[in-house]
């Protein structure tokens, strides 16, 4: 509960930047190592995901791209390429807040978290205060949808 409040404090980093607020952490031995929010907007980079620049931090941190005993702790459902990217970086476990019916692949539209042919399957947790992270979002795009 307690990490993901911290996830959701970067989310309101990205809103305060009128990105789509999604917000991301990586925790090791009780340490929040990596921290990102979707800045894709900003930097103009598809690959701006809170996932990726989270991932990236922990990297640094830990001196390897592998995070094999992390915990992420991800406001929205993972995309298919941070779900690669968390399978790649052999992260231990993934916490999401809520889940994207629309291109979430930690279960929503396919689950590349725990594909069985993969060398690594990562543990998963659905709805850690789910209701607080949807409702931030459906906020952020109902002031989008006002604006315009």
Request: include cysteine; charged fraction near 25%; hydrophobic fraction near 35%.
């Amino acid at each position: 509960m307690k990490y993901m409040k911290e996830a959701m404090k970067q989310a309101r980093k990205a809103y305060a930047l009128r990105e789509v607020p999604i917000g991301c952490i990586i925790v090791y031995q009780d340490k929040i190592i990596g921290r990102g929010y979707n800045r894709r907007t900003i930097d103009k980079n598809t690959l701006a995901h809170a996932e990726l620049q989270a991932i990236r931090k922990a990297s640094r941190k830990m001196n390897d791209w592998r995070l094999e005993d992390c915990t992420l702790y991800v406001t929205l459902e993972p995309c298919q390429m941070c779900s690669g990217a968390i399978v790649q970086s052999r992260i231990k476990r993934v916490v999401v807040g809520c889940m994207n019916p629309k291109a979430g692949c930690a279960g929503s539209i396919f689950n590349l978290l725990q594909v069985p042919q993969f060398n690594h399957q990562v543990e998963l947790t659905t709805g850690v205060l789910g209701e607080e992270c949807s409702q931030m979002l459906k906020t952020f795009f109902k002031e989008l949808r006002q604006k315009k």
